[in-house]
């Protein structure tokens, strides 16, 4: 399970980050991006020692400051089920190629009609390619 995954599901529910500086924000996760930025909505704030409390009603807060995040045991649960659901669906077209052979990269794949009716091409070195045709026995 990744952690971007993670988080994006997360979106719309209640979360608990804790930042490198020992400050706590519980709020809703409103949205986040591929650096783990994040924005929270109706926000209560604790400072580090736990004395003083900010309410806000909404936040922003940068991903490289964040130590950890607590996230509902439900968020896990859903992201659970969506790769297996997206395993079921990746084994499902796998079974469906027949087991034929995916060859790719540059010039396609070769079989039997992979080389449009044409020979081919010898090994390096095999055959008389590049050779002059007289001069069939020497090397």
Known sequence: MLPLSLLRTAQNHPMLVELKNGET??????????????????????????????????????????KYLRIPDEVIDMVKEETQVKARGRSEINKGRGGQNMRSGRGGARGAFGNRGRPAPLARGGGNVGRNPQNKNKK
């Open 25 to 66: 924000y519980n709020g809703h996760l409103v949205s986040c991006d591929n650096w783990m930025n994040i924005n929270l909505r109706e926000v209560i704030c604790t400072s580090r020692d736990g004395d003083k409390f900010w309410r806000m009603p909404e936040c922003y807060i940068r991903g490289s400051t964040i």
